[in-house]
Nanobody, 126 residues
């Protein structure tokens, strides 16, 4: 059974670093491009970042560019989101998901993703 499981969320203060892992089971994650998306309370879901499977190219929404980093570990069948310089507006449920190819509009083309994890809550607050 194909499954994606996110972890690593919680209540964290502004600034600093947090890494979210997303472990895949039942399939080889690197056969797909994969991304991180988030949904804040009362807001639409938005794409955060994507990493391609073929060449490892990475893509970011403007809201996180320079602060977040997506990476993968094929030996662990896991994709990560490194969140640096956290801001209160980063508060959201974070999801990982697979996609045939990273979308051209990272932030808005959330419909392109097919298999999703259940999400992990990240709350940035002092």
């Amino acid at each position: 059974q194909l499954q994606l499981v996110e972890s690593g969320g919680g209540l964290v203060p502004p600034g600093g670093s947090l890494r979210l892992p997303c472990a895949a089971s039942g399939f080889t994650l690197d056969h797909y491009a994969k991304g991180w998306l988030r949904q804040a309370p009362g807001k639409e879901r938005e794409g955060v970042s994507c990493i391609s499977s073929s060449d490892g190219n990475t893509y970011y929404a403007d809201s996180v560019k320079g602060r977040f980093t997506i990476s993968k570990d094929n030996t662990k069948n896991t994709v990560y989101l490194q969140m640096n310089s956290r801001k209160p507006e980063d508060t959201a449920v974070y999801y990982c998901a697979t996609v045939p190819t990273c979308p051209g509009q990272i932030a808005t083309m959330t419909w392109a993703y097919d298999h999703w994890g259940q999400g992990t809550q990240v709350t940035v607050s002092s």
